[in-house]
């Protein structure tokens, strides 16, 4: 019995020795509220972890911001919010027959006795094109003519937050919109054909006016709007002008960050009154301009001009 006691004793030592000196591996302690997450080490594996990690889709400018534009409903508010505003202000533009949206170089005579529109830019001002954006994030393609065109071709663009409620209540007071976008004048029946599945007012096909019309007495410089504006101002009163970029209100002279804001300068007591600006952080004439617009740059030597181009502390 001694010598059966003593072996128990022994065992029941030894086993508290190893309670004591193996470590627990489900109570490492968590990081701190607020500290940065700890290093990766180069290969080492957990248990249950691959050998190799499974490659992903490549790092890409843009995943922050088709993020926020999907999944963020601060994305969603501020549309709304625009949209809203904007109603309210249509009442007083209708009665005010002084009313006018277009800039001074593109209004040539009074406006007192013609009927009422609204401009609207499409993409990412009242149609969502975020789809196209993630799919090209996911698989690391960039922009390119071909699978934009297959994706308008699909019809899918759902209307953005506030949109269509603004344009209906246009519509019901007697406004007709003007669907002025750069995209190509072929696309213009599968366009027209989105707007109307999303319930947007398209009272005939005159209202699509895409990057390719041709305005008599006008010349068109690359993808600028102002004759597409002009065309617009010689038969209407034009009380609003809704887009994402600058180049949808006047035409940019010069795309630089000075020459972009000095365009806009004039008109800034118009924003929030008779222009309308979306959020589109994934796209726009915004982001050449801080690598001198030059699209035959690498991705990487865009990628520094833009890091060139932050305001740090």
Known sequence: MQHRHLLTVLVVAQTLAACVTAPIASRTPAPAVGASPPPAVSGVQGPGQATSATPGPPADDDLNAVLWTQRAVEHDLVCREIYRNAEDKLLAAIVDPTWDALSREERAGPVADLPPA???????TVLDNSPYQARLVMTGEEYDDYSWGEWCRKEEATALPGALEFARFAA???????????RAVDLGPATLDNLRK?????PDDTVFLGLGVVVKGCE????????????VASRYRVLMQFGDQIGDFVDVSANTPDGREKAVAPYLTW???RWWVLPNPSYGSWEPACFDNDWTLSREQRRKAKIDSLRPY
């Not at 007697?174 to 976008?181: A, C, N, Q, S």
């Not at 999303?198 to 398209?202: D, N, R």
């Open 198 to 202: 999303a319930g947007f007012p398209v």
């Open 118 to 124: 609204v401009i609207v830019d499409i993409d990412e």
């Open 220 to 231: 068109t410089v690359g993808s600028d709007k102002g004759c597409r504006r002009r065309l």
């Open 271 to 273: 924003i929030g009154e």
């Open 172 to 182: 019901e007071h007697g406004v007709t919109l003007f669907y002025l976008t750069n």
